[in-house]
Structure formats: C-alpha cells, structure tokens
T-cell receptor
Framework: AQKITQTQPGMFVQEKEAVTLDCTYD???????LFWYKQPSSGEMIFLIY??????QNATEGRYSLNFQKARKSANLVISASQLGDSAMYFC??????????????FGGGTRLMVKP | DTGVSQDPRHKITKRGQNVTFRCDPI?????LYWYRQTLGQGPEFLTY????????KSRLLSDRFSAERPKGSFSTLEIQRTEQGDSAMYLC?????????FGQGTRLTVV
C-alpha cells in the first residue's frame, strides 16, 4: 500500500483565494511526522510546514496551515490568499519513528498547483 | 548562503561513464540524505548518513552506486557505468530533525 497518497495531480486556484491540497497517509507507527514541501520549476524542495503525530494543535506557518485529522489519517495543506508565486509542485511526506524506519522521508506523488491571475 | 549546496547543478554524461556529485550540508546538521527524483514523481530515498556513518541504504541503491561522507561534513554520490535509467534529479538534504532542508539538486542526463 502507498504510504503517502496525493489524489490531485493538478489544481487551479484563483489568485487571492484559499486552496486545499489533499494528503492521506498509512502507518502503524504511533509516532510519526508529516511534512509539506514546495518544489518550484527551479527544482529546489522548500520546506513549508511540519506536524507531529502527538501535536494537539494543527500547525500553522504564515499563509500555510495543516489540517491534521489523525483518525482519518489525513494531513491536508491549506494555502490562504494564494499568490502567483505559489504556482509549483507540492509534496506531502512522512517520517516514521520506529527503529527500522531509517529516518527517511517518504513522499507522495505530488500535486501541481497553478494560480490564475 | 548557509543552505545545502550541491555541485554540479547539471551533468550530461555518456552511457557507461562514471559520475560523482557533491553535497555540502548545513554545517551543524549531523544527518544527511540522498534522494532521487524522476520526472513527475516524488523523491525516493537512496541513503542516509548520521555523521560519517552510512546507516541506511535503499534497495534502489544498486552496486553501481556508492556514497561517502568521510569526515561527517560533505558527502559524495558516485554512479559507476551510468545507464540511461539513471537519468534523474539527485537531491541532497540535511537535518537536525524534524524537518530536512534540501539543496537545489543535480540533474543528471545520460545519453
């Protein structure tokens, strides 16, 4: 089974509107971290936001917030007030904490966001 | 600039040649990762170092691939006898946990 699933290959949003990018995950580890990264056309992966599995509140970083629903195993990214510079690929990722997980991040397939002026 | 640095940014090589990439992590980060990303896909884990010790290797890392981090600082990834299927973006990341910070990657094209 896929550990990280992003079901939206592409999304359009009007400039200044909010958009939600979906992410569901699969793990049996009680302790894990969830991440969102942005990858513009230049190729660099830019860290956006982190949510720990034991965090009581949803993470927020400026215009980014993470809608964490643990029972549903979802970690959707919400971008408020979209800007043209938000057009990029967005990747959801997970790090599991069990001994043999290796500390690596497992990435989803990504969602391409296109912001319309 | 104190971010993760990768060199070269682009590499074109003929099939069968060897290539080596370098990664300079953020200086205080003891964890270093290599990932490979093919077009339209998310990054896939290749290998992980904690300080100079290589602690994890993916099954994607065939015997043609070798990675080192000799003094726990910079790292190199070497691909021997390159194949066209090796064409990809190779990303390096460093971390103190929880988040990892990525470099801009090295795009390899094997012709």
């Amino acid at each position: 089974a896929q550990k990280i699933t992003q079901t939206q290959p592409g999304m359009f949003v009007q400039e200044k509107e909010a958009v939600t990018l979906d992410c569901t995950y699969d793990t049996s580890d009680p302790s894990y971290g969830l991440f969102w990264y942005k990858q513009p056309s230049s190729g660099e992966m830019i860290f956006l936001i982190y949510q720990g599995s034991y965090d009581q509140q949803n993470a927020t970083e400026g215009r980014y917030s993470l809608n964490f629903q643990k029972a549903r195993k979802s970690a959707n990214l919400v971008i408020s007030a979209s800007q043209l510079g938000d057009s990029a690929m967005y990747f959801c990722a997970m790090r599991e904490s069990r001994r043999n997980a290796g500390n690596m991040l497992t990435f989803g397939g990504g969602t391409r966001l296109m912001v319309k002026p | 600039d104190t971010g993760v640095s990768q060199d070269p940014r682009h590499k074109i090589t003929k099939r069968g040649q060897n290539v080596t990439f370098r990664c300079d992590p953020i200086s205080e980060h003891n964890r270093l990762y290599w990932y490979r990303q093919t077009l339209g896909q998310g990054p896939e884990f290749l290998t992980y170092f904690q300080n100079e010790a290589q602690l994890e290797k993916s099954r994607l890392l065939s015997d043609r691939f070798s990675a080192e981090r000799p003094k726990g600082s910079f790292s190199t990834l070497e691909i021997q006898r390159t194949e066209q299927g090796d064409s990809a973006m190779y990303l390096c990341a460093s971390s103190l946990l929880p988040e990892a910070f990525f470099g801009q990657g090295t795009r390899l094209t094997v012709v």
